[in-house]
């Protein structure tokens, strides 16, 4: 048990710190930070997806007017480690993907640079290339570990034979596959760095897009071989991230060797959204192979997944796309795989839940379709196979109300009163609903420094804000910890000058970095009372916050859609999308709601827009860009609303609560699915729902 804050500023909408900033367009991002006579950057691409390159003639981009210089794989620096093969830009000849960075052209306009750029004649010696997921690929292989340092494989039990097991006291079994598409993280601002190398001082300054400084610039110092000294890396505001700033990209790299290159002249590289489609991660396709087994009462047998996805032949990312069904619901048999194909294709990597994302789609699906099979009400169906402790580890929960969420949100969304293919005038309505998990997790490092210095208080932290409220948050955590006004804490964040601080991934921001400044705020008053003096100065680490390891620590929500879907054309709209969550104590409510119907757009935008098509015959995405990669916009929704329990947890941390930026985004896709099916009989199993699925199937 924590020793919960009182909650003073804590619960209080407050206004973003950072709004005015913004709305006024004065708050600088990476590329538009003020240097002197900086110079662009602008990169060269391969056009082939497997292969070797076998001459770069760059004299026409050269012989243009204002180029600086022109790097390639056969002149640029060599890296002091390349073990990372994602960041090891131009060393080598071979081409791993479409798209991989083979080049940069720096010059004093980003028109000249681009220009030269298209001007470099490769010459390539092209092989044969695999890009194609297949749930059979004869190169699946099982990782050692899957994201976020999960088992690759569980099981307890014997789902097959519970699966085998006559379908007796009319119990059911159902087998189905489902799949999710490519996703591409498209934030508004765009993968940019400047960067500034000193020669005679030796030291790098980076102001660069990320969500976290520390983890940043420790990237680049093992790349480039330097010290932490050597390197700064700033970054006050953030245009989305959604975790594919979590980690930095190959482009980052380019812009520091970039800036090696041109001693004393700042150089700054945007990435242009097309460019984002190759470089700056992505969530790979899933497909899910489910096994339910359930006897007559709806009570789970067996509950099985085995996940097929893809990494790059380079660098594996494997997402943890089996691991949410491990610990949902109740079951004595349990498995859970993951297999992937290591492909021709840029490298997969961090977007909004990885894992829980995917995962909380083929799993709350197949629930929707075993309480049809059964005749249940599928809130029924979900609130029968509650474990009363975590299935997976079998500790208590240190607070589990998915059936609160459940229950309040049938409630207040009229779920009693559901139509079934109602149909009203041209348009056949229906209800769905799904769960949403996400657990609370602490990174192990992260300190902060309280200074009391001119009557204020002064919070620093390496922390970052990538739109998530961390400037306007953490002085409440702060304020509360130390008994004082809100209004009397200053908190400086994004910048490697302040202690070190965890990456904002994970949904763990304000649980570790709250977590530190507590410390700090606790050890500061235990020292220095309640009157200090001027200069008073105390720093506390997260590793001194109670840390409880005995319960299973996760936040739970329930959502539910309506869908109405047009009977002549199978268009779909949705009119109400409302998510109840339990994500322990809410912090700042303006915030926090952000938060929430964020993920939750970013959710009906899996279901009905998003996919990356891929042409496999090239390996590339087809419609890289925003023009053809749809994102649901404000017409694409009526009523959204996120609301929340007044839940106490004393486990997680001494805010009491447990991190909101995933969980939105997880279960509202199957959501949107039983929605469509509850309108119209027709079950789509591979996302996006497009009226094309639906069509042939209306009544
Ligand atoms: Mo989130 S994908 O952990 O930034």
């Known amino acids: 048990m924590t020793d919960l804050l009182e909650p003073r500023a804590i619960g209080q909408g407050l206004v973003r710190r950072d709004g005015e900033l913004k709305v006024r367009g004065t708050a600088t991002y990476a590329v538009e930070t003020p240097v002197e006579n900086p110079a662009y950057c602008h990169p060269v691409q391969a056009t082939v997806a497997r292969g070797r390159v076998t001459a770069m003639d760059t004299a026409a981009a050269t012989a243009l007017d204002g180029v600086l210089a022109v790097l390639t794989p056969f002149d640029a620096e060599r890296l002091a480690s390349t073990e990372d093969a994602e960041y090891a830009v131009l060393q080598s000849d071979e081409v791993a993907f479409r798209g991989q960075l083979i080049g940069v052209v720096i010059a004093e306009t980003s028109e000249v640079a681009r220009q030269a750029a298209d001007s470099v004649r490769v010459t390539y010696d092209e092989q044969e290339h695999d890009a194609e997921l297949a749930v059979d690929h004869p190169g699946l292989y099982k990782p050692e570990k899957v994201n976020a340092g999960h088992e690759t494989d569980t099981a307890e039990g014997d789902v097959a034979a519970a699966m085998a097991t006559p379908q007796r006291d009319g119990g059911v079994t159902l087998e189905r596959t489902y799949s999710t598409a490519m996703y591409h993280n498209n934030p508004l601002e765009p ?65 520091v060797m970039a800036a090696r290159a041109l001693p004393g002249r700042p150089v700054k590289l945007a990435l242009t959204r097309q ?10 396709p899933t497909i899910q192979q489910m096994q339910l087994a359930a006897d007559r009462r709806g009570r789970l047998q067996a509950i099985a997944i085995d996940v097929v996805e893809q990494t790059s032949r380079i660098k594996e990312f494997a997402e943890q796309t089996g691991v949410p069904a491990r610990m949902m619901y109740a079951s004595p048999n349990r498995r859970s795989t993951h297999r992937l194909a290591a492909l021709d294709v840029p490298v997969p990597s961090w977007m909004r839940a990885p894992g829980e994302c995917p995962g909380m789609f083929g799993p709350e699906v197949a629930m929707d379709e075993l309480a049809e099979e059964l005749g249940l009400d599928p809130v029924e169906l979900r609130v029968r196979n509650e474990p009363e402790v975590d299935p997976e580890t079998g500790k208590p929960w240190s607070s589990r109300n998915l059936v609160r969420c459940l229950r309040e949100g049938a409630e207040r969304f009229g ?30 490092t992260s300190t902060a420094n309280l200074r009391y210095a001119d009557g204020r208080y002064v919070a620093e932290i390496g922390a970052a804000d990538l739109g998530t409220g961390a400037w306007t948050i953490l002085p409440q955590i702060t304020a509360d910890a130390l008994g004082v006004d809100v209004g009397d804490v200053d908190v400086r964040i994004g910048d490697t000058q302040y202690p070190t601080a965890s990456v904002a991934g994970g949904s763990s921001g304000t649980n570790t970095w709250g977590s530190a400044l507590v410390v700090a705020a606790r050890a500061f008053r235990d020292k220095f009372g309640g009157s200090p003096d001027d200069g008073d100065e105390i720093s506390g680490d997260v590793d001194q916050a109670a840390k409880d390891d005995a319960h299973a620590p996760y936040a739970f929500g329930a959502q539910f859609v309506e869908a109405r879907v047009n009977a002549d054309t199978g268009e779909i709209r949705v009119p109400r999308l409302l998510g109840v969550f339990g994500v322990g104590r809410v912090i700042n409510p303006r915030t926090a709601r952000s938060q929430l119907i964020g993920g939750m757009t970013m959710g009906l935008s899996m279901a009905l827009h998003e996919n990356s098509v891929w042409d496999p015959r090239i390996g590339q995405v087809a419609n890289h860009d925003l023009a053809e990669y749809h994102i649901t916009v404000n017409a694409d929704v009526g009523e959204i609303e996120a609301v929340w329990l007044d839940e106490h947890d004393p486990y997680v941390n001494a805010m009491g609560s447990k991190g909101i930026g995933e969980i939105g985004i997880t279960g509202t896709a199957a959501a949107v699915v039983n929605a469509v099916h509850a309108a119209t009989g027709v079950r789509v199993r591979d996302l996006p729902v497009t009226l094309d699925k639906v069509l042939p199937g209306l009544p």
């Open 275 to 284: 460019q984002m489609f190759f470089l700056a991660g992505y969530r790979t």
């Open 191 to 255: 993968h940019a760095t400047t960067a500034l190398w000193d020669a005679d001082a030796q030291f790098l300054t980076l102001w660069d897009s990320t969500q976290g400084v520390h983890p940043d610039r420790a990237a680049v110092c093992e790349v480039f071989g330097l010290e932490q000294e050597q390197v700064r890396v700033v970054c006050p505001y953030v245009g989305g991230g959604f975790g594919s700033k979590g980690t930095p990209h190959a482009n980052v790299m380019l812009a």
């Open 415 to 444: 779920w009693a009163e559901r139509p079934r293919g109602r149909r009203e005038g041209d348009w056949l309505v229906g209800y769905g609903v799904a769960s949403s998990v996400y657990p609370t997790m602490r990174q192990a």
